[in-house]
């Protein structure tokens, strides 16, 4: 083999290998998240998100800007504490059942 055939040959390894561990990386990361997800995560929880991220979202095509942190954290506590409210309300009429 030229050493041309070497350095294609240690070129294309070196390729394979770099892409088997970005791959290996990102799957480390989602099975991260997923136990996170598992561990701190509540259905309260990820339907205030739902409804504070469509609300941000909502917000900054009306506004035409980025919102401040202050406006992001009242739609944030205000989605969950409706929530909130929300699972308090069925949570007393199965008692009352």
Same mark, same amino acid.
């Given at each position: 083999?030229?050493?041309?055939?070497?350095?294609?040959?240690?070129?294309? =390894?070196?390729? +394979? /290998?770099?892409?088997?561990?970005?791959?290996?990386?990102?799957?480390?990361? @989602? *099975?991260?998240? &997923? $136990?996170?997800?598992?561990?701190?995560?509540?259905?309260? =929880?990820?339907? +205030? /998100?739902?409804?504070?991220?469509?609300?941000?979202?909502?917000?900054?095509? @009306? *506004?035409?800007? &980025? $919102?401040?942190?202050?406006?992001?954290?009242?739609?944030?506590?205000?989605?969950?504490?409706?929530?909130?409210?929300?699972?308090?309300?069925?949570?007393?009429?199965?008692?009352?059942?």
């Amino acid at each position: 083999m030229t050493n041309y055939g070497y350095l294609f040959v240690g070129l294309v =390894l070196g390729i +394979a /290998l770099s892409i088997y561990f970005y791959i290996n990386r990102e799957e480390k990361i @989602e *099975k991260e998240i &997923e $136990l996170n997800k598992k561990i701190f995560s509540t259905k309260l =929880l990820d339907s +205030a /998100l739902d409804k504070a991220v469509f609300k941000m979202k909502q917000s900054i095509s @009306e *506004k035409s800007r &980025e $919102l401040s942190e202050d406006e992001k954290n009242e739609i944030i506590f205000d989605c969950l504490n409706r929530q909130k409210n929300i699972m308090d309300e069925k949570s007393n009429m199965n008692e009352n059942i």
